[in-house]
Nanobody, 119 residues
């Protein structure tokens, strides 16, 4: 079992920055690939970014490529999402998720943190 707790959300103006954190507890953190997803009001949850268990590989949705950076610190059992040049379309609840190695789906999800971008 893995528990995930996101933090760092809030309200920011267009063009601003935020850094989200997701702290994990439970099983060995490096047993999991990690991802960030988001869900805007009235929309389905969408993939934002992912990082391999070692941190060597990262993946991004086209909509955030070049603006967001995912990273992890396995010693701290934490994954981060640095968000820059925020747009109003980035407004959503952001969730982190953990996927066991060799699984195709995410096994554990956090409760989410709200990010609101206003002009």
């Amino acid at each position: 079992q893995v528990q995930l707790v996101e933090s760092g959300g809030g309200r920011v103006q267009t063009g601003g920055s935020l850094r989200l954190s997701c702290a994990a507890s439970g099983r060995t953190f490096s047993d999991f690939h990690m991802g960030w997803f988001r869900q805007a009001p009235g929309k389905e949850r969408e993939f934002v970014a992912a990082i391999s268990w070692s941190g060597d590989s990262t993946y991004y949705a086209d909509s955030v490529k070049g603006r967001f950076t995912i990273s992890r610190d396995n010693a701290k059992k934490t994954v981060y999402l640095q968000m820059k040049s925020l747009k109003r379309d980035d407004t959503a609840v952001y969730y982190c998720a953990a996927r066991r190695l060799y699984n195709s789906h995410y096994d554990y999800w956090g409760q989410g943190t709200q990010v609101t971008v206003s002009s």
